[in-house]
Structure formats: structure tokens, C-alpha cells
T-cell receptor, first 114, second 109 residues
């Protein structure tokens, strides 16, 4: 299956719990991204990775961490979930720095923190 | 600050033409993207403009004016399946995408 796979697709979580959202791509793309999408707001970048072994902070990184041990996987961890992290999370990848290429998205992970 | 503005919602009739506008203010500029997002699904790429002018791709066209910080997406011969949100995003000088909140397009028979 070509593309980006996210898991879980949906999760309800108690506040204070730790949660990892998984993201795997098989397109050998260098760059990967985590976004959150909330009603009435544009997609907001949480963290990104331009290549395996490197990560960077996006617009809204607080409360989240990522790792990029290899090209294919880019998990997002919420160390101690809070209700404001209720959102739809999208993982995405691109072949380069986006100046010519498009962004490919996973199907999203809907997270509810109670 | 960096900002993308686009209408929240638009309504159009099946078979008609609709133009969705987007204005942007970014620190540097490396191109303008349009994505389509059906409800409950992931965004999918529609177009990329970096030079001024109109790019046509089937029923969809995208226009860019860099001097005005303005773009539009033109959808012709509207079909019911075109009901979706259309996201405008600008690539800034750091190659980060700045996203608009999206325009929800409702197509009526």
C-alpha cells in the first residue's frame, strides 16, 4: 500500500495519559510533518523533520514530542494529554522542501481528551 | 505576522462556475498551494503556483498575483462531488506552509 498510514484513526483518552500517534510512509520521502486541524483554524504545524535523524519545532509544539529514527516512521507523542489537545491530527510527507513538490497526507487521527 | 485570508463558506449551483479567493501575507514567498478536503478526509493536492498567471488543470484553474498577494481557485462545470473545503496555503521564506482556515464550498442541485 503506497502512501502514509496513521494509527489509531480515532482515540478517546483521559487527561494526564500518555499517547503516541503513529505515522509510517513508504514513499521514501525525506520530509515529514505533524499538523493539527481544529474547526475554524487552518492546519497548524506541530513538529517537522527534514530528514531522518533531525526534527524541528513548528507553530504549536508545546506538549508534543517527535522522533525520526528512520526515513519511514515519525511518531508523535503527547506526554500528558490535556483537553486542549482534542483535535484531528494529520501526518504528512514531501519529497523535498515543498518548493516544487506536493504534500501527501495520512487519513488523520481523531483524538479526544476528556 | 503571517496571515492567509479566504472566505469561510460559499454556495454555488451544479454546472456553474465558482471562484474562491485567497490573500496572503508571509515572510518571503516560495509559492501558493491549493488543497481539497472532503469532510472527514485528508487534504489532497490540487495546484501549485509560484509565477504570476493562470494555471489550468482540467475543470480547475489557479491564478497568482505576487505583487498583490492574491490567488484564486476557479472551478468550472461544478459537480456535486466538488462539495468540499478548499484550503489555500503559502510557502514562506523558510519553506514552511502557512495555511488558511479553508473555504467550505456547498454545491446545490
Amino acid at each position: 500500500i503506497a502512501g502514509i498510514t496513521q494509527a489509531p484513526t480515532s482515540q478517546i483518552l483521559a487527561a494526564g495519559r500518555r499517547m503516541t500517534l503513529r505515522c509510517t510512509q513508504d514513499m521514501r520521502h525525506n520530509a515529514m510533518y505533524w499538523y493539527r486541524q481544529d474547526l475554524g483554524l487552518g492546519l497548524r504545524l506541530i513538529h517537522y523533520s527534514n530528514t531522518a535523524g533531525t526534527t524541528g519545532k513548528g507553530e504549536v509544539p508545546d506538549g508534543y514530542s517527535v522522533s525520526r529514527a528512520n526515513t519511514d516512521d515519525f511518531p508523535l507523542t503527547l506526554a500528558s494529554a490535556v483537553p486542549s489537545q482534542t483535535s484531528v491530527y494529520f501526518c504528512a510527507s514531501s519529497d523535498d522542501r515543498l518548493n516544487t513538490g506536493e504534500l501527501f497526507f495520512g487519513e488523520g487521527s481523531r483524538l479526544t481528551v476528556l | 505576522g503571517q496571515n492567509i485570508d479566504q472566505p469561510t463558506e460559499m454556495t454555488a449551483t451544479e454546472g456553474a462556475i465558482v471562484q474562491i479567493n485567497c490573500t496572503y501575507q508571509t515572510s518571503g514567498f516560495n509559492g501558493l498551494f491549493w488543497y481539497q478536503q472532503h469532510a472527514g478526509e485528508a487534504p489532497t493536492f490540487l495546484s501549485y503556483n509560484v509565477l504570476d498567471g493562470l494555471e489550468e488543470k482540467g475543470r480547475f484553474s489557479s491564478f497568482l498575483s505576487r505583487s498583490k498577494g492574491y490567488s484564486y481557485l476557479l472551478l468550472k462545470e461544478l459537480q456535486m462531488k466538488d462539495s468540499a473545503s478548499y484550503l489555500c496555503a503559502a510557502l514562506d521564506s523558510n519553506y514552511q506552509l502557512i495555511w488558511g482556515a479553508g473555504t467550505k464550498l456547498i454545491i446545490k442541485p
